[in-house]
């Protein structure tokens, strides 16, 4: 027989009530949160199967299967999880991605972090894994964790964060966040870019103008974030490290373009 406690998150559950059953999970002591982990993944998986406006055959939800359905599931799993487990839970999208390690785990947020930023690395291409972790950004931007440095968030930030192509896109997003231009953003010159994130794939397929090299990064320095000085320092050690002829050729493309800059 279900106690006071599991009552309230069953019914917060079945209800689509995300942030009740976030509540719901932090009132259980934390031995009691992991043995009911088996069930709701079972749950997370029986409403995961179905479509939306789907009914319960077996009254796992109350009228019409609705996102807040799948959100308040989604609570549940992580909520019963270890911060390890949590982490490498997918997909997550946003608002959830951003809210529940806030909310669950606000102590550990790094651990999401660099388990998300790593997955990029591993497979930037793998959309549905990395749905949502552009949240981990907004965080750093916040104070919460530091400024992410390592390969796979540098990468996701000059490939693939949503909403950030073309280049002044880019700018605003990163204007609104400075922290990542004077943290993450820097590490350009000093990460290697792999198949499926890199600045020279990136600008291949925008059109002049819009691009990192001939838009985003002068307007850096214009702007005051970066100076000429710091940008082809950053090209000397790019270059002295060695890279493929592909990357190669995008670092001399963007030290013409700071070139004509001094000039």
Not at 3 to 20: I, T, Y
Not at 26 to 44: C, F, K, N, Q
Not at 154 to 164: D, H, M, N, Q, S
Not at 223 to 245: C, E, L, M, N, Y
Request: charged share 25%.
């Amino acid at each position: 027989m279900l106690d006071a406690a599991e009552e309230r998150l069953w019914a917060a559950l079945r209800a689509g009530r995300r942030d009740d059953v976030v509540l719901a999970v932090l009132s259980l002591p934390e031995d009691r949160r992991r043995s009911l982990r088996p069930a709701v993944r079972r749950h997370d998986r029986v409403v995961g199967a179905e479509p939306t406006g789907a009914r319960a055959s077996a009254g796992e939800w109350d009228g019409e299967l609705r996102q807040a359905h799948w959100s308040a599931a989604t609570a549940a799993v992580l909520g019963c999880s270890t911060v390890e487990q949590a982490s490498t839970y997918a997909p997550l999208d946003p608002p959830d991605s951003y809210d529940l390690p806030k909310a669950l785990f606000p102590e550990h947020l790094e651990v999401f972090a660099e388990e998300w930023f790593a997955r990029y690395l591993r497979n930037p291409k793998a959309w549905d894994r990395i749905r949502g972790i552009e949240s981990a950004l907004d965080w750093a931007h916040e104070g919460l964790i530091p400024a992410p440095v390592d390969t796979g968030a540098v990468l996701f930030v000059i490939t693939r964060v949503p909403g950030t192509f073309p280049g002044p896109q880019m700018l605003a997003y990163l204007e609104a966040r400075p922290v990542l231009i004077d943290v993450t953003l820097r590490r350009i010159f000093d990460v290697d870019g792999i198949k499926g994130a890199s600045l020279a794939q990136r600008d291949e397929g925008q059109p002049p103008g819009t691009r990192m090299d001939d838009f985003v990064i002068p307007e850096l320095i214009r702007r005051g974030h970066w100076t000429v000085d710091f940008v082809k320092d950053g090209i000397a050690r790019a270059r002295a490290r060695g890279q493929s002829p592909y990357l190669a050729r995008w670092f001399t493309g963007l030290a013409e373009q700071v070139t004509r800059l001094r000039g």
